[in-house]
């Protein structure tokens, strides 16, 4: 007996005014092939700007290549949650792109710093701005340091 889902009916398409598709060609592409598009089409137009800080799509791109660099040779990769515990600031833009653009799963948190958090080795932890449980100053962490390493086994 064969099945059928309530999307394999589209009822909702009767519904659509004349003129509007039932289907649209889309570019697959992935977050960061955006940014690199714009970085090469519009090197100079204002991606972000945060309080009068300026960031050109090109110095985001250069920003964001630099800090998935990082991260690769501090061991993420592919499927790797990382945690953001930024404010929303350029940083915080800066390090999603990063970690997306290395095949990290981004895990969003509030910037309010944990008193404390476990590592099981399956993620990497990004804390700001505190971190005395790990033994890291305030000013090393505004240099992005990473904790959350995986432990080495035996």
Not at 31 to 37: A, Q, S, T, V
Not at 81 to 106: D, E, F, Q, R
Request: charged residues 20%; contains cysteine; proline residues 6%.
């Amino acid at each position: 007996m064969e099945t059928t889902s309530v999307y394999d009916k589209k009822r909702w398409l009767s519904q659509y005014e004349n003129g509007v598709p039932h289907e649209i060609a889309f570019e697959r592409s992935l977050l960061p092939d955006f940014l690199e598009r714009s970085a090469a089409l519009f090197p100079e137009k204002s991606a972000l700007n945060f309080e009068g800080c300026r960031v050109t799509f090109k110095e985001l791109n250069s920003m964001v290549e630099n800090f998935s660099a990082h991260l690769y040779a501090f061991g993420v990769r592919k499927g790797d949650a990382v945690a953001i515990l930024l404010p929303n600031l350029i940083s915080c833009v800066v390090s999603y792109y990063a970690i997306i653009k290395i095949g990290g799963i981004v895990v969003m948190n509030n910037p309010q710093p944990p008193t404390y958090f476990r590592t099981d080795g399956s993620y990497h932890v990004y804390q700001y701005p505190e971190a005395s449980a790990h033994g890291k100053s305030r000013h090393d962490l505004h240099k992005g340091v990473f904790f959350g390493q995986r432990p080495n086994p035996g």
